[in-house]
Nanobody, 123 residues
Framework: QVQLVESGGGLVESGGSLRLSCTPS????????RAWFRQAPGKEREFVAAISWSGDNTYYASSVKGRFTISRDNAKNLVYLQMNSLKPEDTAVYFCAADPLRVSLFTSDYKFWGQGTQVTVSS
């Protein structure tokens, strides 16, 4: 049963921008910690960014810091990932995740996941 739905992925040229959205399906995640992960072909899923339930604290992988911004709108129960200055190495399927207990860098700590949205950056 899908709990989260990602959207906004697509094909973009190097240096371009995309904004991903994560929408809940069938339940609310208003007080949940939220995160984005990504998985490139042949690689393990890796942490990208996370945000606390209040939005006061954000965390980023070093590879995206300064280029990506995670944000949330609790009134709409949405989480966003604004991706600027995209590089070919950012190409991956991007997943959003949610957990009621804690912000984490590890996939195993998140209880709910979406099915992912493809982001492809051409050189």
């Amino acid at each position: 049963q899908v709990q989260l739905v990602e959207s906004g992925g697509g094909l973009v040229e190097s240096g371009g921008s995309l904004r991903l959205s994560c929408t809940p399906s069938g339940r609310t995640f208003m007080n949940y910690e939220r995160a984005w992960f990504r998985q490139a072909p042949g690689k393990e899923r890796e942490f990208v960014a996370a945000i606390s339930w209040s939005g006061d604290n954000t965390y980023y992988a070093s590879s995206v810091k300064g280029r990506f911004t995670i944000s949330r709108d609790n009134a709409k129960n949405l989480v966003y990932l604004q991706m600027n200055s995209l590089k070919p190495e950012d190409t991956a399927v991007y997943f959003c995740a949610a957990d009621p207990l804690r912000v984490s860098l590890f996939t195993s700590d998140y209880k709910f996941w979406g099915q992912g949205t493809q982001v492809t950056v051409s050189s």
